[in-house]
């Protein structure tokens, strides 16, 4: 009878964040890894082949292990998730000195979460899992508050105002991958992939089922603008009416 293969810990287990346990085991040999170095190797591979591709016996292997042995430095697939979503986190970069103005800064902040998502495009997919905030996650949200600190917004607005601000900046990022991803498949250009949406807006308007769609498409074409300036200009509206009491 062949032996079963390693089993994942209780879900009970996984829902306690990693940083909440113990990194190593007191039994046993030094560890040859950690959890830094675990995380490192399952990014890499997210970002080569999925994040359907991380899987632990698949992770084990990449870090010459057995799998059984991985599950004593990662208890569960969920905790591992846990650290490649903060492991990302730690590629945010902050000003030594506070910026003059917070709301270029929170703008700067976007940018990055835009940007990360478009090197980590398998982050928003994984985003969706209970949240477990570990270090760097904290030192972004410790950063943004205080960029809100003058703001007047009580705490749980500022909260709002974080989870918005970020929640965009994942998704545009998610969205501009996933363009990229096929242009990069089928090599339709960019100019193209904008002209098919746009083709989809003007068919919808022309059924007549759509009377307001039809008036803004009626109404004088504003300024040609690329994806960057578009974004730009969301996060700014995101922002100010935010802070606007």
């Not at 997210?46 to 632990?56: H, K, L, Q, R, Y």
């Not at 979503?85 to 945010?92: A, P």
């Not at 929170?106 to 940007?115: C, E, S, T, V």
């Not at 746009?198 to 690329?226: E, M, T």
Request: charged share 20%; glycine share 10%.
């Amino acid at each position: 009878m062949a032996r079963p293969g390693p089993q994942p810990r209780s879900s009970a287990s996984a829902r306690v964040p990693i940083w909440e346990l113990p990194e190593h085991g007191e039994r046993g040999p030094k560890p040859k890894h950690s959890r830094a170095a675990i995380a490192a190797a399952a990014v890499a591979l997210a970002d080569a082949e999925g994040i359907d591709a991380v899987t632990m016996r698949r992770m084990a292997a990449e870090l010459g292990m057995g799998t059984m042995s991985l599950y004593n430095y990662v208890p569960t697939k969920d905790h591992l998730v846990q650290l490649m979503i903060d492991q990302v986190g730690g590629e945010y970069r902050y000003p030594r000195r506070p910026m003059r103005d917070n709301r270029a800064a929170i703008a700067d902040l976007a940018r990055q979460g835009r940007d990360i998502t478009q090197r980590h495009p398998w982050l928003p997919g994984v985003m969706h899992r209970p949240p477990a905030v570990g270090p760097n996650a904290l030192r972004y949200v410790d950063y943004f508050l205080g960029l809100l600190s003058g703001s007047g917004l009580d705490t749980g607005a500022k909260m709002e105002v974080i989870a918005m601000v970020n929640g965009f900046a994942i998704m545009y990022g998610g969205v501009q991958a996933a363009l990229a991803d096929e242009r990069s498949r089928t090599g339709i250009t960019e100019q193209e992939q904008a002209a098919a949406q746009i083709a989809g807006f003007v068919s919808g308007a022309a059924s007549g089922r759509y009377p307001n769609l039809a008036a803004a498409l009626a109404a004088p074409a504003p300024p040609a603008r690329d994806a960057a300036d578009i974004f730009g200009s969301c996060v700014m509206r995101l922002v100010d009416g935010a802070l606007t009491r």
